[in-house]
């Protein structure tokens, strides 16, 4: 859609003079609708009609101007460009911002602990789109006592992030090696994971107190 604005200052003030034209396409109903069209000061002006191919106006201000243009015959090429021309170029924008935008981006997985009594949190960041899922599993299969997994957040780069946490106050060390975080984005194959291993975790625990020394 393009958009164009002209701030014109007269005697009276300052008036604002709108131009808008393009096409908009229901990628879902193929619903497909094309306009051009000015305005004055936030009211309509005078806009293209596509079934009569002929520009029509509500003001009496510009009655003449619609008949000017009328008379100059270019209905048919209005409502070419704004038909078929608009269609084939929203088409391939549409195409292109599927295999461009729409692109999976992998995130870096890492995990997080407070304390070495808190639970261990599986944390992705940096992943696109954001249809992701994430889990703990034991042997392979799936757990879900005391996993809490969290929603998924926006990063200020347009990419996300996400967590689950994993309660280890009843896993014996000797059981760690049996857990692991999945994490699959749609669009990816592979999943990724994440063994739970104490020499993997990354913690803040103690560091304060370091560095008062």
Request: hydrophobic share 30%; glycine share 6%; with cysteine.
């Amino acid at each position: 859609m393009f958009l164009f604005f002209l701030h014109v200052t007269v005697s009276s003030g300052i008036h604002t003079f709108q131009r808008m034209n393009g096409c908009y396409l229901d990628e879902q109903t193929g619903d497909f609708n094309a306009f051009n069209q000015y305005g004055y000061d936030g009211k309509d002006l005078i806009s293209f009609d596509l079934e009569t191919m002929t520009w029509i106006t509500p003001q009496h201000q510009t009655v003449i101007t619609k008949h000017n243009w009328n008379r100059d015959g270019d209905g048919q090429f209005w409502k070419f460009a704004l038909t078929e021309e608009c269609r084939q170029f929203l088409q391939m924008y549409l195409a292109y911002g599927k295999s461009s935008l729409q692109t999976p981006v992998s995130p870096s997985v890492s995990l997080l602990q407070k304390t070495p009594s808190s639970p261990v949190t599986c944390h992705a960041t940096g992943f696109y789109p954001d249809r992701a899922e994430m889990f703990w599993k034991k042997d392979g299969e799936e757990v879900h006592d005391g996993v809490n997994t969290w929603e998924i957040l926006p990063n200020n780069d347009g990419t996300f992030q996400m967590s689950a946490d994993l309660d280890i106050s009843s896993i014996s060390p000797e059981d760690w090696q049996k857990f692991d975080c999945v994490f699959q984005l749609s669009g990816l194959k592979d999943s990724i994971t994440t063994r739970l291993d104490q020499s993997r975790i990354s913690t803040n625990f103690g560091k304060t107190q370091v560095e008062r020394h």
